[in-house]
Structure formats: structure tokens, C-alpha cells
């Protein structure tokens, strides 16, 4: 069974630029999460799908980030303009329903530096 | 709120030893525990989970943690380390498994010769 896959790994802008990450949850995940992992520190939610309809993304900051999961599938996580405070590693992670004993599963991530 | 602290920012440990590492939460109700490893370079991967029931549980690799309600712990724990051990470890607490975790901050693990 494949994993979540995230593209780019890396990605390097500077500052007040836009960067897009994408996310292809495991085959039949309805629940699909973006996390922010600054450096020293865990992973933060940034925002949680429950097919293509949006759960939780109270920690979202709206006035720059934005996320879409068209058509309950891929997903993509938007930043514009970005700050130097959003470097970090974006993880996406899915999970098959969101219930209470599902497990969330992690890609690799995507390594944003900005400078 | 729910909170997580995981005291020891690095652990040193001879390969061959036994490892501990410590979490403490702060949840309201029934908590759901996770023990995540992540590698360099690698996303994380799932160690094992609490959601009720026996207090010990038994993850992959040769882990386990004890969920001791008094004491708000859900320490991790591994008789033997290996080499391949070394890696960064996180706890987290959710309200209910698929829903929102809540990370503590990370143990990085190194393992000596």
C-alpha cells in the first residue's frame, strides 16, 4: 500500500513570495491533515479535511494560508505572501475516516526555507 | 485545553541499554495517547496508541508505554536500544483518534557505540 506523498521535499523562496505544497493521501483516506513543524518543536494542525469539507482549521492563519482538498482527494497548501516565520516542515498526514480508532499516517513532508 | 510536555529535550544512551522517555499531559477527560518516531529527513511513524484498557501497551520495534492515569504519564519505553534507534520521538494527545493531535515537544534520542 503506498503512502501520503508530498511534492516538492524541498522548497526554498524569499520572502513575500507564494509557494504551493501538495499533498495525495493514502487511496480511500477521507480524512486528510496539514501540519506545521517549526524547528525544536512538534508538529502544529494547521487545518483538517473530512472528505473535501473543512473540520478544524482554527490554527490556520487565514490571512495567508489557504488549503483546498478538491474533490475529497489531493490536497494543496498555499502560502502568499510568505513570512520568515514560516519556515518550517509541512507535514500532511490522512487517516481512513477520522473515527475513534483510526491512525493518522505521515509523509515525508515538504522542507520550507525563507529568506 | 490539552497540553503535552515531554521533559527531556536530548537523551544520550549506550547502545545495548534500556531507554525511557518521559510524557505528561494535561487533558480534561479520557485521553487517547500516541507514541511517534520520526527520522531525519522522514515523516512520522506511529509507535503505538492508548485509548483504554490495559495500562501497558505494546508497540512495533520493541516498545511499549505505561498510561498511569494519577500521575497524567504515558512514558515510552524500550529494554535494548539499538543503533537504529536514534531519532526524534514525540508524544501526543488527542481527543479521539483521528482527530486533532496535539504534539509535545520532542526527545531527540542519540545512541552511543
Redesign the interface.
Known amino acids: 500500500e503506498a503512502g501520503v506523498a508530498q511534492s516538492p521535499r524541498y522548497k526554498i523562496i524569499e520572502k513575500r513570495q507564494s509557494v504551493a505544497f501538495w499533498c495525495n493521501p493514502i487511496s480511500g483516506h477521507a480524512t486528510l491533515y496539514w501540519y506545521q513543524q517549526i524547528l525544536g518543536q512538534g508538529p502544529k494542525l494547521l487545518i483538517q479535511f473530512q472528505n473535501n469539507g473543512v473540520v478544524d482549521d482554527s490554527q490556520l492563519p487565514k490571512d495567508r494560508f489557504s488549503a483546498e482538498r478538491l474533490k475529497g482527494v489531493d490536497s494543496t497548501l498555499k502560502i502568499q505572501p510568505a513570512k520568515l516565520e514560516d519556515s518550517a516542515v509541512y507535514l500532511c498526514a490522512s487517516s481512513a475516516a477520522g473515527g475513534r480508532t483510526d491512525t493518522q499516517y505521515f509523509g515525508p513532508g515538504t522542507r520550507l526555507t525563507v529568506l | 485545553a490539552q497540553s503535552?510536555t515531554q521533559p527531556d529535550i536530548h537523551i544520550t544512551v549506550s547502545e545495548g541499554a534500556s531507554l525511557e522517555l518521559r510524557c505528561n499531559y494535561s487533558y480534561g477527560a479520557t485521553p487517547y495517547l500516541f507514541w511517534?518516531v520520526q527520522s531525519p529527513?522522514?515523516?512520522?511513524?506511529?509507535l503505538l496508541?492508548y485509548?483504554s484498557g490495559d495500562t501497558l501497551v505494546q508497540g512495533i520495534k520493541g516498545f511499549e508505554a505505561e498510561f498511569k492515569r494519577s500521575q497524567s504519564s504515558f512514558n515510552l519505553r524500550k529494554p535494548s536500544v539499538h543503533w537504529s534507534d536514534a531519532a526524534e520521538y514525540?508524544c501526543?494527545v488527542g481527543k479521539?483518534?483521528?482527530?486533532?493531535?496535539t504534539?509535545?515537544?520532542?526527545t531527540r534520542v542519540l545512541v552511543k557505540p
Open positions: 503535552v511517534y529527513g522522514q515523516g512520522l511513524q506511529l496508541k485509548f514525540f501526543a479521539a483518534a483521528g482527530n486533532k493531535l504534539f509535545g515537544g520532542g
